[in-house]
Structures are given as structure tokens and as C-alpha cells.
T-cell receptor, first 113, second 111 residues
């Protein structure tokens, strides 16, 4: 087990709704990165939070937003859900930018109907 | 052209066989390279880093060819438990947005 936990594990939402996904980072890690993994694809970088500030963003629209809390846990919010938002959402916590030191949570599988 | 490309497979090989797959990348300035393993409906996990000199970890060998811009993963004496999707990851720079995942190669080992 990596110590990175995500909730919920599965979620079904209707198009147009809003969703909040949560990630608890591993102890000692101050950086959380969020990824979207569509079926049959590799994870796509959404954004990263470092010490409560956004620290880099991928090619995702503004309706994807996030937060990081003082305990370094994080939330991913998606507004106005679209069918194409259906995917596995992964968070990875780390203490720096070295991918070898990042650990993924088990993911939240979001289905938009 | 995709930044990181992999043959999606599936590669279906018998237990004990040797299997190899490649991953090509488009950015010649890419700095570091990795292979991740992802089991069905699970999170990706780091398998190994790929060094310029090539590196080996038990039955797994990873190599980097900067001139041709590809990395490879060789699995010897394959086990049933090696069945998974193998993701190639390329770090193009110094920020998280520069860490690019390939779409993965599915490997299935049959008894």
C-alpha cells in the first residue's frame, strides 16, 4: 500500500452535474498531482498542487479546478460534467518533482451518464 | 505525432517466453525515462527507471536509445503475474506537466 488514498472509489454522475474527488497524500509528501486516465489511454496530467498553490497545469479547461489543504490533502472539482469526463482519476503524492518518488492512489472511477 | 507512442498490443505470449516492447518519444530534449506497470483497474506503479547505459532488475531489462529516440523493455522467463499494461513515461522537463505517459502496451501471459 502506498499510503495515498482517494475517495470515493466509484461514482456515477449525470451530464451537467458537478463532482468533487478527494485525495489524501502520503505522510511527509507536500505535492499532489492529478491525472485523468480514459479507457485504453495513459494518464493525462491535469494539474499539480505544491504547498496549497497550483504548480503547473495540463491542457484541461477551467471547469477542472482543485484545492490543496494545509495537511496537503487535495480535492479535484469538475463542473458541468460531460460524457467525455468519464475516466479513472488518479492522484499522485510526492515530496518533489522526481517521478520515482511519486506514488499513486488507487483512483476514482467516474462515470458520466 | 504523439509525444510518446507505444504499440497497444495485446502481446499474448506463453509462460517462460521472452517478450520485448518499445516506446518512441518525440522530444529529443527529454531528460528521463521510466517504465510503469498497471494492473487491470489498478493504479500505475513504477517498474524501473531507464538509464542511458541500460539497466537490469532481475528478469527485466530497460534500454534507452537517444539517437533513435526510443526506450525498450525486455522481460525474460515471463510469468503469469507479468500480465499487465506497461506504460512508458518520459520526463520532458522540470515540471510535472512535462511528465508524459504513453497509452500503454497490454501484455498477457498464457499458461
Amino acid at each position: 500500500e502506498t499510503g495515498v488514498t482517494q475517495s470515493p472509489t466509484h461514482l456515477i454522475k449525470t451530464r451537467g452535474q458537478q463532482v468533487t474527488l478527494r485525495c489524501s497524500s502520503q505522510s511527509g509528501h507536500n505535492t499532489v498531482s492529478w491525472y485523468q486516465q480514459a479507457l485504453g489511454q495513459g494518464p493525462q496530467f491535469i494539474f499539480q498542487y505544491y504547498r496549497e498553490e497550483e504548480n503547473g497545469r495540463g491542457n484541461f479547461p477551467p471547469r477542472f479546478s482543485g484545492l490543496q489543504f494545509p495537511n496537503y490533502s487535495s480535492e479535484l472539482n469538475v463542473n458541468a460534467l460531460e460524457l467525455d469526463d468519464s475516466a479513472l482519476y488518479l492522484c499522485a503524492s510526492s515530496s518533489g518533482q522526481d517521478p520515482t518518488e511519486a506514488f499513486f492512489g488507487q483512483g476514482t472511477r467516474l462515470t458520466v451518464v | 505525432r504523439k509525444e510518446v507512442e507505444q504499440d497497444p498490443g495485446p502481446f499474448n505470449v506463453p509462460e517462460g517466453a521472452t517478450v520485448a516492447f518499445n516506446c518512441t518519444y518525440s522530444n529529443s530534449a527529454s531528460q528521463s525515462f521510466f517504465w510503469y506497470r498497471q494492473d487491470c483497474r489498478k493504479e500505475p506503479k513504477l517498474l524501473m527507471s531507464v538509464y542511458s547505459s541500460g539497466n537490469e532488475d532481475g528478469r527485466f531489462t530497460a534500454q534507452l536509445n537517444r539517437a533513435s529516440q526510443y526506450i525498450s523493455l525486455l522481460i525474460r522467463d515471463s510469468k503469469l503475474s507479468d500480465s499487465a499494461t506497461y506504460l512508458c513515461v518520459v520526463n520532458e522537463g522540470s515540471s510535472a506537466s512535462k511528465i508524459i505517459f504513453g497509452s500503454g502496451t497490454r501484455l498477457s501471459i498464457r499458461p
